[in-house]
Nanobody, 123 residues
Framework: QVHLVESGGGLVQAGASLELTCELSGRTHSSWGVGWFRQSPGNEREFVAAIRYSGLTTYYATFARGRFTISRDNAKNTVYLQMGGLKPEDTGLYYC????????????????WGQGTQVTVSS
């Protein structure tokens, strides 16, 4: 198993940028793909972005493409989600999750989840 801790959330105004961080610990020698998901009250958890262990392959939700960038530093066991041009509809609890050997866009394929970090975007 791998343990994940998110950080970097906060309250920002529309148009601002934030960088979320996901730190992995535990069985980090495995080839963990990492995904970011978000959930707002009354809505299902939705996919945001994912990155394979190599860092060479990334996937984005349509709403994230062009505004968000996922990256990773395996030496630091850390994955980042750089978010720009934030909108009020980006408000939610952002989770990172780890999948052994993959980087799915489906939440059910992830075995390990962090507790989430809150992002609130005011208009």
């Amino acid at each position: 198993q791998v343990h994940l801790v998110e950080s970097g959330g906060g309250l920002v105004q529309a148009g601002a940028s934030l960088e979320l961080t996901c730190e992995l610990s535990g069985r980090t020698h495995s080839s963990w793909g990492v995904g970011w998901f978000r959930q707002s009250p009354g809505n299902e958890r939705e996919f945001v972005a994912a990155i394979r262990y190599s860092g060479l392959t990334t996937y984005y939700a349509t709403f994230a493409r062009g505004r968000f960038t996922i990256s990773r530093d395996n030496a630091k066991n850390t994955v980042y989600l750089q978010m720009g041009g934030l909108k009020p509809e980006d408000t939610g609890l952002y989770y990172c999750a780890a999948q052994d050997g993959g980087a799915s866009m489906k939440a059910e394929n992830y075995e390990n989840w962090g507790q989430g970090t809150q992002v609130t975007v005011s208009s």
